[in-house]
């Protein structure tokens, strides 16, 4: 028997390997940390598997396509028929496509269910991240109904013990979920239609010896995220879009292709997860002018204002922000026709003659001229049966005949893969960016999808809506875009291509916020986080907080401002503008470079921002000490062989060796139960 062939693909710090036995789909081999270049299996997989008790006489490891009905008894990669045939698939024979030296496309064929599929895998070497996807084709007769298709597949080692994914739900999103890995299969689900509050797609695994693995999808609809055990010892981590009955239906000759799936993996642990996310994620973006900017600071008037618009009233508060260092004035829900509460009025853009005789250019003009950029908040996939929109056109709504229509927050969805749908929100968006100078949108999307019409239109929906976006940024590419689904419904590396700024969550409460933005952390940059200062008492919960730790909580995100200027005391506002004033110096450290986060068991929680030669840490006490001294903090990131000249808020306090802060610890003076602490420390 000739020599196994092998392939490899290296990053920095990962590497996966392949196995090319001749007429089958390629094996994995490995998925990790980073091997020495060489290090290459010693022998066939087969060879070193004897066949156990009770098998099948052909041994079927994971491959990178598993099958159906063929000896693979796991989860495979692909659930399709035709007319009920055709339901069992296997890989007959592969051919290996190389693309530059960071990527490889499997070309996977089926010579009997004639159903080919091609998996493209890069492995980045900027950002150790493997993207993952799979086109699959008809080449047979008849219609392939497809059922289940993974964008991806990877394998686990034998001692993955947990995986943490996030739950949540408006107003309370990141809510980490912590399950142990065992014989049992772990599986998440979204059915909703766009990402969702209470299911994000993606996850952290975490290894005994400290190594983990992490993956997200890179998709804004329903999803599946699911690992299986393996009937040797491994894990088998799968995701993909979930599909309804008959959602996919590929007609001869017709293809599909899945969302990327992006995995990464550490030796160090989920910190280093992390910053390879936030490299893939930042690589993703398309920013105006070709990169990121200093990320303006943002005054929204939502919380201030609701729909109670008045111009000259926030004429005055365009004014006031100008004085403290606002550089962006962004008017959310309220502007529009007949737009006075939730229970009229989204399909109408166009200004409501009774709040704005003139139109928004006043308001916009006054914005502009005082030096700030005029935002606007929209909500283009959206429809009330109160609108003008739906009286003329009650058949853009999706629906299913016979079914009732289903509302949530007095709204209908706009069935966004209708042509002439697509072309009246274009039309009406576009007049308001080429007249107003718009130079930023709100994107909002304020409930799940039902009734999405009699064939299912899901996906088709998702495509519509990433379309339309493209299509407005095309036409206007110096306007931003930002991503909010009722706060954080719609994160996730898919529609980030697309836009520049996610809304986190409606709830601005502080100590909410707190762990909502941790949680997003793993997985995206604090850039593109968007981070604001809310009013006391707090919209969402009630709660009050002072304005130190309200604005101490916002500063390593995408900075704003979400209340009425004119009701503060002069002491709170000059407090706020010293905050505007400290982002400003630092966003550019906060905004590039790595993140670490860690906690202590006193209620404290950190995190780093930099390189390990000149961090800013940002130390969160989100409630009073319950002890007598503070425990210390320590910093494993920091080089042990140099000495760090520490610094809090600007005021040198004293010198020290790396390896005595990253193994003893930062001494921490007293804080308060609400309270924020910015250290600085620069190697000397």
């Given at each position: 028997m000739p020599p196994p062939e092998y392939l490899c693909l290296h990053s920095r710090n990962c590497t996966a390997i392949w196995e090319l036995p001749p007429g089958e789909g390629p094996l994995w081999r490995y998925w990790g940390p980073r091997l020495p270049d060489g290090a290459m299996p010693p022998a066939a997989l087969r060879s070193q598997r004897p066949e156990p008790s009770f098998s099948l006489h052909f041994d079927q490891p994971l491959s990178v396509f598993p099958g159906v009905g063929l000896g693979w008894f796991g989860a495979s990669a692909l659930l399709a028929h035709r007319g009920g045939g055709d339901w069992a698939q296997a890989t007959t024979a592969t051919r290996v496509e190389p693309v530059g030296s960071d990527t490889l496309r499997f070309h996977l064929s089926d010579d009997v269910a004639h159903i080919p599929a091609i998996i493209t895998a890069r492995l980045d070497p900027a950002t150790d991240t493997l993207t993952l996807s799979t086109t699959l084709s008809n080449v047979g007769d008849g219609v392939l109904d497809v059922q289940w298709l993974a964008a991806g597949n990877v394998p686990l080692p034998e001692d993955a013990q947990s995986v943490r994914s996030f739950s949540g739900r408006h107003n309370s999103e990141f809510v980490a979920l912590d399950d142990a890995l065992s014989r049992s299969t772990w599986r998440r689900e979204n059915r909703r239609g766009l990402t969702s509050h209470d299911c994000f797609p993606g996850a952290v695994v975490t290894c005994a010896d400290g190594t983990a693995f992490g993956a997200q999808l890179a998709w804004s609809g329903n999803h599946v995220n699911q690992i299986e055990w393996c009937d040797d010892g491994r894990r088998h981590w799968q995701m993909g879009e979930w599909l309804a009955p008959g959602e996919v239906r590929l007609a001869p000759g017709a293809s599909i292709t899945t969302p990327e799936l992006l995995a990464t993996c550490s030796a160090e642990g989920a910190n280093s997860v992390a910053q390879a996310f936030h490299k893939a994620i930042r690589a993703r973006m398309k920013w105006p002018k070709g990169e990121m900017t200093p990320r303006k600071v943002h005054l929204n008037t939502w919380e201030g204002w609701y729909f109670a618009h008045d111009q000259a009233a926030l004429k005055d508060l365009a004014t006031a922000g100008a004085a403290i260092g606002i550089e962006r004035f962004v008017l959310d829900d309220g502007w529009f026709h007949r737009r006075n509460g939730d229970d009229a009025g989204l399909g109408d853009w166009?200004?409501?003659?009774?709040?704005?005789?003139?139109?928004?250019?006043?308001?916009?003009?006054?914005?502009?001229?005082?030096?700030?950029?005029?935002?606007?908040?929209?909500?283009?996939?959206?429809?009330?049966?109160?609108?003008?929109?739906?009286?003329?056109?009650?058949?853009?709504?999706?629906?299913?005949?016979?079914?009732?229509?289903?509302?949530?927050?007095?709204?209908?969805?706009?069935?966004?893969?209708?042509?002439?749908?697509?072309?009246?929100?274009?039309?009406?968006?576009?007049?308001?960016?080429?007249?107003?100078?718009?130079?930023?949108?709100?994107?909002?999307?304020?409930?799940?999808?039902?009734?999405?019409?009699?064939?299912?239109?899901?996906?088709?929906?998702?495509?519509?809506?990433?379309?339309?976006?493209?299509?407005?940024?095309?036409?206007?590419?110096?306007?931003?875009?930002?991503?909010?689904?009722?706060?954080?419904?719609?994160?996730?590396?898919?529609?980030?291509?697309?836009?520049?700024?996610?809304?986190?969550?409606?709830?601005?409460?502080?100590?909410?916020?707190?762990?909502?933005?941790?949680?997003?952390?793993?997985?995206?940059?604090?850039?593109?986080?968007?981070?604001?200062?809310?009013?006391?008492?707090?919209?969402?919960?009630?709660?009050?907080?002072?304005?130190?730790?309200?604005?101490?909580?916002?500063?390593?995100?995408?900075?704003?401002?979400?209340?009425?200027?004119?009701?503060?005391?002069?002491?709170?506002?000059?407090?706020?503008?010293?905050?505007?004033?400290?982002?400003?110096?630092?966003?550019?450290r906060f905004h590039r470079g790595r993140v670490w986060q860690g906690e202590t068991p006193d209620h404290i929680v950190w995190q780093a921002h930099g390189e390990p030669a000149s961090l800013l840490l940002h130390v969160t006490r989100t409630q009073p000490t319950t002890q007598r001294h503070q425990p210390h903090l320590r910093l494993p990131m920091l080089d042990r062989a140099r000495q760090y000249r520490v610094s809090r808020d600007g005021a040198e306090t004293f010198m020290a060796s790396g390896a005595w802060l990253a193994s003893v610890g930062l001494p921490m003076p007293p804080m308060p139960g609400e309270d924020v602490m910015l250290w600085e420390l620069t190697a000397a």
């Open positions: 166009w200004a409501d003659a009774g709040k704005y005789p003139d139109g928004l250019a006043p308001l916009a003009d006054h914005v502009t001229g005082l030096g700030m950029e005029f935002g606007l908040w929209v909500e283009p996939e959206m429809l009330s049966p109160d609108s003008d929109l739906y009286r003329a056109h009650p058949d853009w709504a999706l629906s299913i005949a016979g079914r009732p229509l289903l509302a949530a927050r007095n709204q209908l969805v706009l069935d966004l893969t209708r042509p002439e749908v697509s072309d009246y929100l274009f039309g009406r968006i576009a007049a308001l960016l080429e007249t107003l100078r718009v130079a930023y949108l709100k994107w909002d999307h304020n409930r799940d999808l039902s009734t999405v019409g009699a064939q299912a239109l899901y996906r088709r929906q998702v495509h519509g809506a990433y379309a339309l976006m493209a299509r407005i940024r095309a036409a206007f590419p110096m306007v931003e875009i930002e991503a909010c689904a009722g706060g954080g419904g719609r994160i996730d590396a898919g529609i980030i291509t697309h836009t520049h700024r996610f809304w986190a969550s409606d709830c601005i409460d502080a100590v909410s916020r707190v762990a909502i933005q941790r949680g997003f952390l793993q997985f995206m940059p604090p850039e593109i986080m968007g981070s604001h200062v809310g009013a006391s008492l707090a919209h969402s919960t009630g709660r009050m907080q002072g304005m130190a730790f309200r604005a101490g909580v916002a500063t390593p995100g995408h900075f704003g401002v979400e209340l009425d200027l004119r009701k503060l005391t002069e002491a709170e506002t000059t407090e706020l503008a010293q905050n505007i004033a400290r982002y400003k110096r630092l966003r550019h």
